[in-house]
């Protein structure tokens, strides 16, 4: 993974060729850089120009352009998460220009059959706690919902995510310029920013430990 390369040498943010769990090719874009780098970039929001209102099939296979915007794929997370314990971290930029970020210290999805099932270790971070309530939620979609709201939160939210009684952050939202009324559908991180305020740029990452 991204990790082994960086302990190889290898320095530079982008794209790499890595060997997946299974055995198979896979290409992933690298942080080399952020706390100690190695990590994993499996989403990106940064200019709208990619859409995020997607079904099961998509988000299960991966999407997008690896230095643009997508998301890597869930069956591609399970895979590397699987193997051996992960940590994440989610970087946020508002329009401003103001920064915050999100550590949990554990990090797995689990196979297709568990619905893509999260699990998520201790929360740090100056960004606030915007994924606890996602711990141990299925994976839900457009045209797949899994979550245990008496509501469609993957519709209504207009966004796949880990939903259990809906949820406090959604970073595959929609893409919108900031401030905005009416159902939380943008791309948020309410204990940050507030759910109606859409962020400018969202990464999600993990590396092995």
Avoid at 28 to 38: A, S
Avoid at 60 to 73: I, K, N, T, Y
Avoid at 148 to 156: F, K, L, P, Q
Wanted: with cysteine; charged share 20%.
């Amino acid at each position: 993974d991204c990790k082994d390369l960086l302990n190889k040498g290898l320095s530079r943010n982008g794209v790499y060729n890595i060997t997946s769990p299974a055995g198979g090719a896979m290409q992933v874009y690298c942080d080399m850089e952020t706390d100690g780098g190695g990590w994993v970039v499996f989403q990106r929001r940064m200019d709208g120009s990619q859409n995020f209102l997607l079904g099961w099939e998509e988000y299960a296979s991966g999407f997008g352009d690896l230095r643009g915007e997508f998301w890597l794929g869930n069956k591609n997370i399970n895979q590397l998460t699987s193997q051996n314990a992960h940590e994440l971290r989610i970087n946020l930029r508002d329009w401003e220009g103001q920064t915050a970020y999100a550590h949990y210290d554990a990090f797995s999805v689990g196979t297709e059959a568990t619905k893509f099932f999260l699990t998520l270790g201790a929360f740090s971070g100056n960004a606030g706690d915007g994924m606890t309530h996602n711990e141990g939620k299925k994976f839900s979609t457009i045209d797949q919902d899994n979550d245990e709201s008496i509501r469609d939160c993957a519709s209504s939210r207009e966004g796949a995510w880990w939903y259990g009684q809906c949820t406090e952050s959604n970073l595959n939202g929609i893409y919108l310029n900031g401030s905005y009324s009416g159902e939380f559908r943008g791309v948020y991180w309410s204990y940050w920013r507030e759910r109606t305020y859409s962020l400018q740029f969202t990464e999600m990452k993990m590396r092995s430990l």
